[in-house]
């Protein structure tokens, strides 16, 4: 497999079986914040090292290290990030699990990872994205971002109706920001609600 294998020669890793762990780690870790020290304790590795592996890894287009949004750029730079595969499958290969969707205890993360790459069609692409959580840890799943005047949050649910509360992160995200479109993302049809002057869609991952 490419990123247990080829990526090795790349590189020039020297310790593959850390090297394994932390690819293990990432996989199992999909849509969740990710910091450096604490890979290194679990992975068997010196921090420098798994910072240069995330560095690898990410500029072979393997995975994705999302930052957080912030209307301070400053503040933002410093932030944890959160990872993402590139290629559900590759990653669904290193932990072996090819289970159909409906029958995983993942399939929450598989289908977040699945909307960023949807989301994420080209490097271009990939640099509007961004993640939101509050300082009392209210979270939005991706914050599009073509300007700062103009973030529009996403939030990925399973299953989603109008008749359900609206999940709290988005619903704190649009009384903070205000944005004239906000998104659900979810497994099933198309929908349409108000809150607050914004415009939520509720649509199929797919459609995204």
């Given at each position: 497999?490419?990123?247990?294998?080829?990526?090795?020669?790349?590189?020039?890793?020297?310790?593959?079986?850390?090297?394994?762990?932390?690819?293990?780690?990432?996989?199992?870790?999909?849509?969740?914040?990710?910091?450096?020290?604490?890979?290194?304790?679990?992975?068997?590795?010196?921090?420098?090292?798994v910072k240069k592996y995330l560095f690898l890894l990410e500029n072979t287009y393997v995975l994705s290290l999302v930052p957080p949004f912030f209307t301070n750029k400053r503040t933002e730079v410093i932030k944890t990030p959160k990872v993402y595969f590139n290629d559900t499958g590759m990653r669904n290969g290193v932990v072996n699990n090819f289970v159909p969707l409906?029958?995983?205890?993942?399939?929450?993360?598989?289908?977040?990872?699945?909307?960023?790459?949807?989301?994420?069609?080209?490097?271009?692409?990939?640099?509007?994205?961004?993640?939101?959580?509050?300082?009392?840890?209210?979270?939005?799943?991706?914050?599009?971002?073509?300007?700062?005047?103009?973030?529009?949050?996403?939030?990925?649910?399973?299953?989603?109706?109008?008749?359900?509360?609206?999940?709290?992160?988005?619903?704190?995200?649009?009384?903070?920001?205000?944005?004239?479109?906000?998104?659900?993302?979810?497994?099933?049809?198309?929908?349409?609600?108000?809150?607050?002057?914004?415009?939520?869609?509720?649509?199929?991952?797919?459609?995204?």
């Open positions: 497999m490419y990123i247990r294998r080829d990526i090795k020669d790349i590189g020039e890793i020297a310790d593959a079986s850390g090297y394994n762990n932390l690819v293990t780690l990432l996989c199992l870790q999909i849509g969740n914040l990710i910091k450096d020290q604490e890979l290194a304790v679990s992975s068997g590795l010196s921090r420098p090292t409906q029958h995983r205890t993942d399939r929450g993360a598989i289908l977040e990872n699945f909307v960023f790459t949807r989301l994420s069609g080209g490097d271009d692409l990939y640099q509007n994205i961004r993640f939101w959580r509050s300082h009392s840890k209210k979270e939005v799943d991706f914050v599009w971002q073509t300007d700062m005047e103009k973030p529009y949050p996403i939030e990925v649910k399973l299953h989603y109706t109008p008749r359900q509360p609206l999940p709290s992160g988005l619903k704190s995200f649009v009384g903070s920001y205000r944005p004239s479109r906000a998104y659900i993302a979810h497994m099933g049809k198309f929908n349409k609600l108000d809150f607050k002057g914004t415009t939520i869609f509720v649509i199929p991952a797919w459609s995204v």
